[in-house]
């Protein structure tokens, strides 16, 4: 569902201090928020995204 290179996207569903969203925050379903931060740690592994902000 969520792509790892969309860095816009996953940004979206990531706070200031680059910590993924809780479910009720991005009204997401159980499967779609799995997938969101699978999505999200692939991309910091790959340095698309930063693991911590400051």
């Known amino acids: 569902m ?3 290179k969309d860095t816009e996207r996953l940004s979206e569903n990531v706070n200031a201090h680059a910590r993924i969203l809780r ?21 910091r592994f790959m340095a698309l995204t930063p693991y911590i902000a400051r």
């Open 23 to 43: 479910r009720t925050r991005t009204k997401l379903s159980a499967k779609s928020q799995r997938s969101l931060a699978k999505a999200i740690k692939r991309s």
């Open 2 to 4: 969520f792509d790892y």
